[in-house]
């Protein structure tokens, strides 16, 4: 499909077909500050560095099209194989190398088949949409192919920009006859305000909501920073009309901004949103600087910028897998991660010298062929992930130690008991309808009340609820209470819910808390897993709020976060329930191998503990609930410890040859049934059996 002739005149600035070496340094810039922040550097706001990109990719694809528009020599064809070329090799070839590593590193348990799931998508322009769809943070930590989000957002730019190209060109031929660029600047405005009004509607709904995952991860929120590229590369001759000085001046402020991004912008920043158009008008001022002032394209174009610049798609996508396979090898290492980061850069230099560059340089690869190699790449990939998926079935000779009572998908699903289970924003809602008879009806171990009887025990929480139900529900039968219940993972039961999750789990924590005063059990068992809260502050969003709304700054303000926030929880329920028990965080234990690294003698040997942070903050934790609600006579403090772990306090995860947990924090069937006994003693110690 070629675009009819246009009468335009092409612009001086557009007319260049050399790589604008301060444009390369650009790049060298933004993907510089997204592996140092991967790499867990103390540079905050690094993750801007993907929002440059989008604007220099707008500029560029612009700039090349505006002059083969008016050159007559525009074809769809063309554009999407010279990107099919640019993208897809290295792409598959990435894909590939991290889909063993993957057979390697990850569990066959679920963490291999969430990575299989994104990088199936991104072989179809679409990691974004899955990581989206997915609406759930556990496919975001640890998944090797996360990455290829920002990828796929690129990818549906480019498959949607010529299409708008061919239809303005048109239009405007057979219907205005005005200046191509002046008309695709007109209608990139229009497109750029309607996707930046987009973007904040949905980022201003609320932290951890599904329309601020949407805003993250869409193109049509996106899509205004490629426009404005896009609108400055079609505004190339009042470009050239700035003088050095001016240019100067709106270079610096260009350098200003991104230092303010990459410093100042963090997790807790609401993004994309208002503080976006920081990094994104400072790129911006930076590419029309670099063409006017030689100030700013001496400093954009010096030889390291330039290389990174050149390398950077390849270590883009080396760098993460590398650094999410680093971490099972060396946990909780930044300088490994720096070590991983810089052989990633080494590998994407012999790619592109040996592979990348040859293939996208290449005159004989034309359109035919590149879209062959398209369609030979996705078999390549989706054979692999059939292959790994089909190997997976037999778990690599891991499953008989690791599963046990799994009947379904999870291991703390369990028979013979009664449970509601809230597992996303959809369960909470239908929830949240219950009264207080349909809850005793849906989420009871099956003991009638009799008439105008109380409840005599409810257990609320996140997983770890469901982890300890089928215990508590069996010593309940055995004494004859009535026992109700529910779980919402990712939810605890506290005050103010975590920002991932508060869109829903602080409605529906507050229902729960009003079912509670109204059926007044005789007591409430609350279990949540306290220690997750403290880890991933910044890609989980895990942050819990002050009563005020402010936000833990750092680990120890978390905790003071969490607490509080349980304290306020059980005051909101009042006194008229006389019995609480808080089940404290469980020790992590030692458990048998769920990965072909685990079992390596390496990994034996290393004298690594992946779980010795998460140790130090339950431990840390655990004291400030000892501390916050030890002097309460209401509440009781349980931990079980001792019915898991031997006298030294070493759990080993395993009761006479059967494992006791399904991973480090949550119980299985066979876990939960051995604290029966401990159940029924707590029970009859409060006079309730």
């Given amino acids: 499909m070629v675009l009819p002739k246009s009468k335009d005149v092409l612009s001086p600035t557009l007319d260049s077909t050399k790589i604008r070496p301060d444009i390369q340094g650009l790049r060298g810039l933004a993907v510089l500050a997204v592996v140092a922040y991967h790499a867990q550097l103390p540079l905050p706001g690094g993750f801007v560095g993907v929002d440059i990109f989008f604007v220099i990719s707008g500029w560029v694809v612009t700039t090349t099209a505006v002059r083969q528009v008016t050159s007559n020599n525009f074809s769809i064809g063309v554009f999407y194989s010279k990107r099919i070329k640019r993208l897809v090799p290295m792409l598959t070839l990435v894909n590939l190398a991290t889909l063993v590593l993957i057979v390697i590193f990850l569990s066959p348990f679920g963490e291999i088949q969430k990575a299989l799931s994104t990088v199936r998508w991104s072989t179809f322009f679409s990691a974004n949409i899955e990581l989206l769809r997915a609406d759930s943070y556990s496919n975001l930590i640890g998944n090797p192919f996360r990455h290829l989000w920002s990828l796929a957002v690129e990818e549906q730019f480019y498959l949607f920009y010529p299409l708008l190209i061919f239809i303005v060109n048109t239009l405007n031929t057979r219907l205005f006859h005005i200046q191509f660029e002046k008309i695709l600047g007109w209608v990139l405005s229009f497109i750029l305000v309607a996707s930046f009004t987009y973007c904040l509607l949905l980022s201003t709904s609320g932290i951890g909501s599904t329309s601020i995952r949407l805003a993250f991860f869409s193109m049509p929120s996106r899509m205004w920073e490629f426009a404005c590229g896009i609108i400055l590369a079609t505004c190339g001759k009042s470009v050239r009309r700035i003088n050095s000085t001016i240019g100067s001046v709106i270079g610096v402020i260009g350098f200003l901004l991104l230092l303010w991004s990459f410093t100042s912008i963090n997790s807790l920043t609401v993004f994309p949103g208002w503080a976006t158009i920081t990094p994104v008008v400072g790129t911006t001022f930076l590419l029309l600087s670099g063409d006017t002032s030689s100030m700013v394209k001496s400093l954009l174009s010096i030889k390291p910028l330039i290389y990174l610049g050149d390398l950077s798609y390849g270590w883009y996508l080396w760098h993460w897998p590398l650094i ?271 990965t072909l690294f685990e079992k390596t003698s390496f990994s034996k040997n290393a004298g690594n503990d992946p779980y010795s942070e998460i140790r130090l903050i339950r431990d840390e934790i655990n004291v400030l609930l000892q501390h916050e609600l030890g002097n309460d006579k209401q509440v009781t403090l349980l931990n079980f410890d001792h019915e898991l772990c031997d006298a030294s306090g070493f759990c080993s995860g395993v009761d006479a040859d059967k494992p006791i947990f399904v991973d480090e924090n949550h119980l299985n069937a066979t876990g939960s049934r051995k604290l029966i006994s401990a159940w029924i003693k707590f029970f009859t110690t409060k006079n309730i059996g």
Avoid: W
Wanted: proline content about 4%; glycine content about 6%; some cysteine.
């Fill in 324 to 594: 999410v396979m680093t971490k099972f090898i060396f946990p909780h290492n930044t300088f490994s991660l720096v070590i991983a980061s810089l052989l990633a850069l080494m590998i994407a230099h012999i790619c592109f010298v040996m592979f990348e560059n040859p293939i996208r340089r290449s005159v004989q690869i034309g359109r035919g062929k590149s879209f062959l190699m398209l369609g030979t790449s996705c078999i390549l990939v989706l054979c692999l992930i059939t292959g790994i998926q089909i190997v997976t079935h037999s778990g690599f000779g891991l499953k008989s130690t690791v599963e046990i009572d799994r009947g379904e998908q999870r291991d703390t699903v369990l028979r013979n008991r009664q449970l509601c289970s809230v597992e996303n924003e959809r369960d909470a809602s239908r929830f949240i309808q219950l009264s207080t008879s349909e809850f005793l009806e849906s989420c009871s171990n099956g003991v009638l009340l009799g008439q105008q009887q109380r409840p005599d025990i409810i257990l609320v929480g996140d997983s770890q609820a469901d982890s300890y139900a089928d215990g508590l529900f069996r010593a309940g039968d055995e004494l004859g209470l009535s026992t109700f219940g529910y779980f919402a993972d990712g939810c605890p039961f506290i005050a103010r819910a975590p920002l991932r999750t508060s869109e829903y789990c602080n409605d529906l924590n507050q229902h729960v808390a009003m079912l509670i005063k109204e059926l007044q059990p005789k007591i409430l068992v609350i279990t949540n897993r306290y220690d997750f809260l403290g880890t991933n502050l910044d890609e989980m969003n895990n942050r819990v709020p002050f009563a005020d709304g402010s936000l833990p700054r750092d680990l120890p303000a978390q905790f003071d976060a969490i607490s509080l926030s349980l304290s306020d929880m059980i005051a909101s329920i009042g006194l008229s329930i006389s019995n609480i028990a808080v089940v404290t965080d469980l020790a992590n234990p030692s458990l048998p191998p769920r």
